[in-house]
């Protein structure tokens, strides 16, 4: 918008509609975009009809010079009446082109304003207008997907904590009640609810901040090998209860790597619980961390021999509350992952053939310091 204007009431903007426009142009707006066109039709039309007037006195008052017989006088005629028609209609044809596209867009506009996120604007008109409308439906689109996330992520979010909740709710009802007794096995389960719900809230917290970039990451040189196995460490006596073989393997030369230790342990913690969440008795857990002096990279790698992904579920296990049907988690764990690694400009992915004990691998790789 040109400074003056923003700075200036155009004469010709509406009198209730307030300045600088605060959102979508409103129904006075539209029409007056409309008359505007009109307008703009009827002096191009009155300028056509003068330049053919124009021509056709120049010819009148020449007609002796250039010495036309008088029965070619009727033919001249038509044919100026003719182009003139021609250019009257280019010219309506032409402005068609452009007004209708242009209407479409507008009434667009007006049902993404009154909430529909589903209108969109037909691509048609000059190369521009065409340009114009599909930034429009672009727009349209990832405000249709955004208000899906944001309907599905309440609707998550309501059923995640209403569990706890309620479990906290029926022990204390319970114990008030005399139902339960009032001994440290009923209070341990209650505060256990409290711990599951303060992990939810925590895990919510991460990934809103992550996903609106508002995370800071406190790096600092750390040994990801010291790291990789402090967190092994603390997994290993629920591996050994479940009877899973858990190790690590960290190439000697990893050189220290400019990092959030914090961050990155919660990465790493939340892929080994959830490898060692689909493993059986008997299998394995192994997590690697491998140099590539060619791109510059480390890649980190958690492998299991548990019961796999299907390729169905693959592409979405790192979309937030997203849960296949033998799952048992909240859905938040990849998710945090993988907003942790791109925080730190790294990349994820997982690779799984699928069927039963084939197992899944996912691996993530940071760039050198």
């Known amino acids: 918008m040109p400074r003056h204007f923003r700075r200036h009431r155009p004469p010709w903007w509406p009198h209730d509609e307030p300045w600088p426009p605060q959102g979508p142009p409103g129904p006075h707006l539209r029409r007056i975009f409309f008359w505007r066109i009109i307008s703009l039709f009827a002096v191009l039309a009155m300028l056509v009809t003068g330049l053919c007037s124009l021509a056709f006195w120049l010819v009148f008052i020449s007609w002796d010079r250039l010495e036309v017989p008088q029965e070619g006088l009727p033919f001249i005629f038509l044919a100026g009446l003719g182009v003139g028609l021609v250019g009257l209609i280019m010219l309506a044809w032409l402005l068609r082109r452009v007004t209708v596209p242009f209407g479409d867009l507008l009434e667009a506009v007006g049902q993404v304003e009154a909430g529909d996120y589903t209108a969109r604007a037909v691509e048609r008109g000059p190369a521009e207008v065409r340009a114009l409308v599909r930034a429009f439906n672009a727009m ?210 997982a690779y799984s053939p699928g069927g039963s004990s084939a197992g899944t691998t996912i691996r993530f790789s940071l760039l050198l310091s």
Not at 215 to 241: K, M
Not at 262 to 270: D, K, P, W, Y
């Open 140 to 349: 349209a689109e990832r405000l249709q997907l955004t208000e899906t996330q944001r309907r599905n992520l309440l609707a998550d979010v309501t059923h995640e904590l209403r569990t706890p909740l309620t479990v906290i709710q029926g022990n204390l009802e319970g114990l008030l009640d005399g139902v339960y007794p009032r001994d440290d096995a009923h209070l341990a389960a209650i505060l256990e609810d409290t711990r599951v719900l303060a992990r939810l809230i925590d895990d919510l917290r991460t990934l809103a901040m992550a996903e609106s970039g508002a995370l800071q990451l406190h790096r600092e040189p750390t040994d990801f090998g010291i790291l990789a196995n402090e967190t092994v460490a603390s997994f290993r006596p629920q591996a050994e209860s479940a009877g899973v073989d858990l190790s690590v393997d960290v190439a000697e030369e990893l050189p220290l790597l400019d990092l959030d230790p914090v961050r990155m342990r919660e990465v790493l913690a939340n892929l080994i619980a959830n490898a060692l969440r689909y493993t059986p008795a008997g299998g394995q857990v192994c997590v690697t961390a491998q140099v590539d002096p060619v791109e510059q990279r480390v890649t980190v790698s958690v492998s299991d021999t548990g019961t796999g992904i299907s390729a169905e579920a693959l592409p979405h296990i790192f979309d937030r509350f997203y849960k296949s049907g033998d799952s048992h988690g909240t859905g938040l764990g990849l998710a945090i992952a993988k907003n942790l690694v791109v925080a730190h400009g790294g990349e994820i992915s």
